[in-house]
């Protein structure tokens, strides 16, 4: 089981807004910076928000990212067929001295 | 542009080792830390250390210290992934990514190589 806990699926239709949440502790999320990552499938990972809400050259900025204490979210502010996808949170752990990444969350646009 | 281009699919017994490759191109190679990332078939994604290619240090995650070993040839900007005793749950697709030098990982692994297909069967 992953350090950084993700439900294994969220779905929503095109145009609404969907959430994906991602639980931490203290010693990564609560104090180092989440970054979440697009994986299409077949495809290599993408990085998507970066610094908790900072997004790469390139993505839209449909796709948001927050964070309060120890837990972070990944927001859709209106789905499209295109995003239907794995997606994967990390973080820094101050424990294990290395990146973990979340368990995944497979988005189903209906 | 930036590209990371890896080595092709590789199949090895148990017990044997491997060795991945990771060309960099684009970008000045120094400047940047390579990561390597796994994802066995139908899982999540696994980290398991990267390489500071400015001075060759690195921190692999504990669960495969003593089996792996990351190093960079800053002549020919290629990096590259050896892990060792091969056991059949090492089947996975291995990723290389970029990083840039950042307090706590805070900047993401921008870029990806393509990944490369291990294969670990008898």
């Known amino acids: 089981q992953s350090v950084l806990i993700q439900p294994p699926s969220a779905s929503g239709t095109p145009g609404q807004r969907v959430t994906i949440s991602c639980s931490g502790s203290?010693?990564?999320?609560?104090?180092?910076?989440v970054n979440w990552y697009q994986q299409l499938p077949g495809s290599a990972p993408k990085l998507l928000i970066y610094n908790n809400n900072e997004r790469p050259s390139g993505v839209p900025d449909r796709f948001s990212g927050s964070k309060s204490g120890s837990s972070a979210s990944l927001a859709f502010s209106g789905l499209q067929s295109e995003d239907e996808a794995d997606y994967y949170c990390a973080a820094w752990d101050d424990s294990l001295n290395g990146v973990i990444f979340g368990g995944g969350t497979k988005l189903i646009v209906l | 542009q930036v590209r990371l281009l890896q080595s092709g699919a590789e199949v090895r017994k148990p017990g044997a080792s491997v060795k991945v490759s990771c060309k960099a191109s684009?970008?000045?190679?120094?400047?940047?830390?390579l990561t390597w990332v796994r994802q066995a078939p139908g899982q999540g994604l696994e980290w398991m250390g990267w390489i500071s290619v400015y001075n060759g240090n690195t921190n692999y995650e504990q669960n495969f210290r003593g089996r792996v070993t990351m190093t960079t040839d800053t002549f020919t900007t290629t990096a590259y992934l050896e892990l060792r005793s091969l056991r059949s749950d090492d089947t996975a697709v291995y990723y290389c990514?970029?990083?840039?030098?950042?307090?706590?990982?805070?900047?993401?692994?921008?870029?990806w190589g393509q990944g490369t297909l291990v294969t670990v069967s008898s």
């Open positions: 990514a970029r990083s840039p030098y950042c307090s706590g990982a805070s900047c993401g692994f921008d870029y």
């Open positions: 203290s010693s990564n999320i609560g104090g180092f910076s």
């Open positions: 684009g970008y000045p190679f120094p400047n940047y830390i």
